[in-house]
């Protein structure tokens, strides 16, 4: 029965991971199609003709790697920010009872439940008065805005599970608040630091619908936003647009192999408290 019991499960999971990775793999199959052949032949898992114009295409027509470095901008400094003020709201959170802290929890968590598109004209009408619009500056502001309560919910639950006795310690040692903060407790909250930095980090990346409305410049525009120039009144340009799309995924896959393990240790040990 046992023996039964594990066939059955590899064989679901096996399934599971096919079906969650055969997107991809036709993507990169469809992005090695030359355009002649796209739409006359049958659907093949193996195409018998491979070429690398769509990606020559991509690089000639866009500045790809000036898209890469504005969303490697915008990623990082956003997975700072937020860690930053995050790890200040969590901690005090964790740590201290004041008045209003569920409220406070309740509320930051609630602000998830808007969806994007209600707020796009309202923040559009806020930066424009603050002449913000077609800067870096307003969407670094508004992905903090949206990735703070992330990442506070994130390092609260992980926070928990660190023992009250470290801090204990460390204010008889003669440490601050804000030195046994980052010496203290942020070090030993790494793998949970890990987690909300590579989840904020795969949101700012791949966000599409904030990027494309607040820049219009082509030399500030992001990866989303410069993949979505293959999608014009024209029509699709399936070849191009695949291959844009397989380079956009290069980072978020590297990023994730390499710390995979942190990230699955920073979501499943911050739910158990110590």
Known sequence: ??????????????????????????????????????FTESARLLPHVVTLDNYYDVMERTPIFRYFLNSMLLSVTSVLVCL??????????????????KLFFLLMLSSQMLPLTTLIVPLYM???NFKLLDSHA????????????????????YLQSIPKIID???IIDGCGVMRRLFTVI????????????????????????????????????????????????????????????????????????????ALIGGLTEGAVKG
């Not at 607040?214 to 030399?219: A, G, K, T, V």
């Open 1 to 38: 029965m046992k023996t039964a019991k594990r066939a059955i499960s590899g064989t679901v999971i096996a399934l599971f991971v096919l079906l969650s990775l055969f997107p991809i793999y036709w993507l990169v199959v469809t992005s090695l199609k030359p355009i002649e052949i796209l």
């Open 84 to 101: 930053f003020v995050a790890s200040l709201a969590a901690y005090a959170i964790s740590r201290y009872r004041f008045r209003g802290r």
């Open 126 to 128: 806020i930066w424009g």
């Open 138 to 157: 307003s969407i670094l502001i508004t992905y903090a805005g949206f990735f703070v309560p992330v990442a506070i919910w994130l390092l609260t639950s």
């Open 168 to 170: 204990e310690a460390a």
């Open 186 to 261: 942020l070090p030993l909250a790494m793998p949970g630091l890990m987690a909300a930095a590579l989840s904020i980090f795969i949101s700012a990346w791949q966000e599409l619908m904030i990027s494309t409305t607040f820049l219009q410049s082509d030399h500030l525009k992001t990866v989303p936003a410069g993949v979505s120039s293959f999608i014009t009144h024209k029509g699709i340009q399936w070849g191009s647009l695949t291959a844009a799309g397989v380079i956009a995924c290069i980072p978020i896959l590297l990023v994730f192999l390499v710390l995979q393990k």
